[in-house]
């Protein structure tokens, strides 16, 4: 274990210091050392110190200071006197005092909380990582459920974190990209504009590619990852399922090149499937069964050697005929063919079949290296993807399918392979904290050690008749929901006989006008509020529709002692250190603003429910004797964090001290990164348990007229299309989709002035991107302002940039931009709002993970 050296605060008499803290310019939180000259922030650095970030600042973090002293934040808490709402009713704001805005907040809140607490709806924004713990204590105290995170998940996350939770115990992966040769991108530009961990992964990145890492990025655009990739495969919007799927019919059908032995041990391919669908079990174990080749029997699987478990072969079990996963999986392939999926993806079929040869020989099917000492299951290559991929109707079965190549070569966990984001941790050295580990449940199926979302991903709960407003405990694969915001909300609401209607939202800092689909539709949601308060920097198209706006301090006033949220979210993958590095105030309290956190405390006390959030924290911190916060003894935010500190890191390392050093650092064991072939759990490559899930949902909805889709529910995965690839209108012809833009953070960074002034230099950032080829065959200039129309009749104008870098029926637009709030004037008007093009109800989502479906034919014709 080492701890870093305490350089950074220093005086030269005036005030003059370095100090050490984290970036929430995005989540990715990299550390940071902001310079401090006479009570200014006058330079923000990477901190070369810690792992997150590993020294590097994106162009976002190195503006920061402009965020930070921007002279249109929020300064005074702002009190509602129109009474109407709506995206252009003036509120007519009225400055009030901190103890009026609070006090109102209060006697509102206790009223809700004692008529049912459920009324109550807390939504954050994804980019600010110290929300987490903050609002989790709180809401968990309050005794609400209905918790959420704007656009995030059904945009980005419901498909990928739950897949890769169930397969990699983990947030999200990434290629391990000290070793890995082989990195196939599908819809993710980790590493190189966007994503987790994103500064530590650029740096990764770029040395991986350097090594020689082929890099191979699918994706309707080489906007980022794409434009540094050994190659582009420009693919249609929503199809990565059938480019995935024929990749795996070649591996296995064609090839023959798959790993046996990790499917054998390491996955349920051996697990015998009935003519339901369902596993053989076993009489008295309930285990699934196997077919023991060496006792040509059918035994428990946990009885058997992994060696002697059959994939292939019918057997028959007590009179009833059965195959292994693998057998089913083999024969479903059959029908992805390249030539079909051609057809559905455009990607020609014979680059289909080189892919899928490079991905299987590069694999290294057998090898293994020593790392450390440790010899280690070797296999270089990756499939990774992100919300390009999964923002989609069939948003499961795309991350099914790009994970499945990683599963057919065994490169999962291993050296080289796609990694989760550190899902195995022994704990912090001397104490033994912080420590978790995946572990099996009864059918040998992994279960996440650590999670952070609503739910773990698996296995998942029974559906039930939904208590809550995002009716998540019914469709039980989803995390976050659309129904808080969705047109059809109350039709759903009352389809499950909801006992209770939301009535007041907390939101903090999220702009979901913005974030979550077209803005009329969002902002209706919001007006059937009877009361809203945001926390916020500026008064953004969301918080115009408050009744209350409290000034947020920014993250360079602010004590957090999980700046890595809960404290591995941003930590590369791979070997090298685990590192805890915490936030503090680089500048003090001005202008009337004051910290959420502390704030939350306040309105808690006036509310009387501080023993509550207090034994709120004690859980969410996992605060343990003598650290444990006592009764109601009023707790200020900075001796909470001192306490979590303390409660993982011992006596002498509590705030103060992490305020000196920064973080906190010790070695990871190859045990950890590489912990698959230690851990005996395995994965579904056979999603057996989906058959019950459908069957508990469409229980509770076909007798209350709503019928889910099985096709969505299917043990093995399968290309479903989006709205968009039916639509067959004349002259819709292109497939808008967006795409993060690397100077932007979603819809909050256009406000910056420096990032602004990129932006507009930056061909791409407020422009639609457009095919030069399609373009001109269709009369449209480059630099043309055009309208955007929707096949369902929404509309948005931007201005179009010509491009070979996008595939023909492609259009790509970056971004959240084109605000329209008084509250930014430096963001208003500029770029195009895509989301304006989407509808939000339940035919827009998976029926199976309600993802969002972000891809929409659209018609594109000159404006004036
Ligand atoms: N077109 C398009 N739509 C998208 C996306 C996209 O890239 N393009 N991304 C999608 C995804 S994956 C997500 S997760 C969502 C994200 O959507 P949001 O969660 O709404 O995130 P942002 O748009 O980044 O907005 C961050 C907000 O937090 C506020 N904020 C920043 N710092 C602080 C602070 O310290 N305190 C307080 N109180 N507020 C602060 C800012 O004012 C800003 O309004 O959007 C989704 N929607
Ligand atoms: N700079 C920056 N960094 C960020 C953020 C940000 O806004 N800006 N937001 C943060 C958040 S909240 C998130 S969720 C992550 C998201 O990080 P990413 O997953 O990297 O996000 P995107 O750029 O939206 O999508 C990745 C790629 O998918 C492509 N794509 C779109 N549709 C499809 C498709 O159907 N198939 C395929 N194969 N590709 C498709 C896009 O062109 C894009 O290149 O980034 C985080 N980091
Ligand atoms: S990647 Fe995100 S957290 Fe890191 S410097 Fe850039 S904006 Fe800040
Ligand atoms: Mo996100």
Redesign the pocket.
């Known amino acids: 274990m080492q701890t870093t050296n305490a350089v950074f605060p220093f005086s030269t008499g005036a005030d003059d210091a370095w100090v050490p803290s984290a970036c929430?310019l995005c989540y990715a939180s990299c550390s940071i050392r902001a310079h401090r000259v006479n009570g200014a922030v006058v330079k923000i650095e990477g901190n070369p110190d810690s792992v997150v970030g590993k020294g590097r600042l994106c162009g976002k973090g190195v503006t920061g200071i402009m965020t930070h002293y921007d002279p249109n934040r929020l300064t005074k808490p702002l009190r509602r006197t129109n009474p109407k709402k709506g995206i252009n009713e003036d509120p007519g704001w009225k400055e009030v005092s901190w103890d009026e805005a609070l006090d109102e907040l209060a006697s509102v809140l206790k009223r809700v909380r004692k008529e049912d607490p459920r009324k109550l709806v807390v939504q954050r924004?994804?980019?600010?990582t110290?929300s987490g713990m903050p609002f989790r204590a709180f809401s968990a105290a309050f005794g609400t459920p209905n918790v959420s995170?704007?656009?995030?998940g059904i945009?980005?996350g419901n498909g990928a974190h739950l897949i890769s939770g169930t397969m990699h115990a983990s947030w999200s992966a990434v290629p391990d990209f000290a070793y890995c040769n082989y990195a196939m991108y599908f819809g993710a530009s980790k590493g190189h504009a966007a994503g987790h961990a994103s500064g530590s992964n650029m740096g990764l990145a770029a040395d991986a590619r350097a090594r020689g890492m082929k890099m191979v990025v699918v994706d309707p655009m080489a906007n980022f990852a794409g434009a540094k990739a050994t190659e582009w495969v420009p693919i249609r919007v929503g199809t990565d399922a059938a480019l995935a799927l024929a990749m795996a019919h070649v591996m296995v059908r064609e090839l023959g090149i798959y790993d046996v032995a990790y499917l054998q041990a390491k996955t349920n391919g051996a697990y015998l499937i009935g003519p339901d669908q369902r596993y053989v079990r076993d009489t008295e174990s309930n285990q699934p069964l196997v077919w023991d080749k060496a006792a040509q029997a059918a035994r428990p699987f946990s009885a058997v050697v992994a060696a002697d478990m059959a994939l292939g072969g019918e057997f028959s079990v007590r009179g009833v005929k059965c195959e292994p996963g693998f057998a089913k999986l083999k024969a479903h392939l059959a029908k992805f063919t390249p030539e079909w999926a051609e057809g559905v993806c455009t990607v020609p079929a014979r680059d289909i079949r080189r892919l899928a040869a490079e991905f299987a020989a590069e694999a290294c099917i057998g090898s293994t290296i020593v790392i450390d000492g440790v010899t280690l299951p070797y296999r270089p290559v990756a499939a990774i993807a992100f919300?390009g991929n999964q923002g989609h109707l069939n948003s499961n079965y795309n991350f099914i399918a790009v994970d499945l190549l990683n599963q057919l070569v065994g490169a999962a966990d291993v050296v080289g392979s796609c990694l989760g984001f550190n899902p195995a941790c022994k704990g912090f050295p001397e104490n033994g904290r912080l420590r978790y580990v995946p572990k099996p449940d009864a059918d040998g199926l992994m279960v996440a050690g650590m999670w952070l979302g609503f739910h773990y991903p698996y296995p998942p709960t029974d559906p039930r008749l939904p208590q809550n407003l995002g009716l998540q405990d019914l469709f039980v694969m989803g995390l976050n929901s659309i129904f808080l915001n969705s047109t059809d909300q109350e039709e759903f609401w009352q389809k499950f006989e909801l006992p209770y209607r939301p009535e007041v939202l907390i939101n903090?800092?999220?702009?979901?006008v913005?974030?979550?689909g077209n803005g009329e539709v969002v902002a209706k949601s919001l007006e059937r509020y009877k009361f809203m308060v945001s926390?916020?920097?500026?008064l953004?198209e969301?918080s115009q529709f408050a009744d209350l706006v409290l000034p947020?301090?920014?993250?360079l006033q602010?004590t957090d002692s999980r700046a890595n949220f809960p404290f591995m979210f941003s930590l590369p993958a791979g070997m090298g250190e685990w590192c805890w590095p915490i936030r503090q105030p680089v500048l003090p309290l001005d202008g009337g603003q004051r910290r959420?956190t502390d704030v939350l405390l306040d309105v808690a006390d006036r509310m009387g429910m501080r023993a509550d959030i207090n034994a709120a924290y004690n859980a969410a911190m996992n605060l343990q004797h003598p650290y444990r916060l006592e009764g109601d003894r009023p707790y200020s935010y900075e001796e909470i964090c001192d306490a979590d500190l303390k409660n993982n890191f011992g006596a002498e390392r509590g705030l103060d001290w992490f305020k000196e050093h920064g973080l906190i650092k010790w070695k990871k064991q190859p045990q950890e990164v590489y912990w698959r072939p230690f851990v005996d759990v395995r994965v579904p490559i056979y999603w057996e348990f989906l058959g019950s899930v459908w069957e508990g949902i469409n229980a509770i909805c076909e007798p209350r007229g709503l019928h889910i889709p099985k096709e969505y529910y299917e043990p093995l995965p399968n290309f479903l299309p989006c709205h968009s690839h039916q639509c067959k209108k004349e002259g819709f012809d292109f497939y808008a989709f967006?795409y993060?833009d690397v100077l932007h953070?979603?819809?909050?960074t256009m406000e910056n002035p420096w990032l602004d002034e990129a932006a507009q230099l930056d061909p791409f950032s407020y422009t639609i991107a457009i095919n030069a080829d399609s373009a001109l065959a269709r009369g449209l200039r480059d630099g043309q302002n055009v309208w955007v129309d929707s096949d369902s009749g929404r509309r948005v104008k931007g201005r179009l940039r010509f491009t070979q870098a996008v595939h023909p029926e492609g259009l790509g637009?970056a971004?959240?931009a084109g605000h329209w709030s008084e509250g930014m004037p430096i963001a208003k008007g500029k770029g195009v709002f895509?989301?304006e093009l989407l509808e939000v109800d339940f035919d827009h989502v998976s029926p199976i993970n309600l993802s969002l479906d972000l891809c929409v034919k659209v018609r594109v014709t000159p404006a004036a």
């Open positions: 929430a924004t994804t980019t600010v110290a995170a704007s656009g995030g945009h980005c919300r903090f800092g999220a702009n979901l913005m974030a979550i926390f916020d920097l500026f953004t969301t947020d301090a920014s993250y602010m959420f967006y993060r953070t979603n819809s909050f637009i971004a959240c895509f989301n």
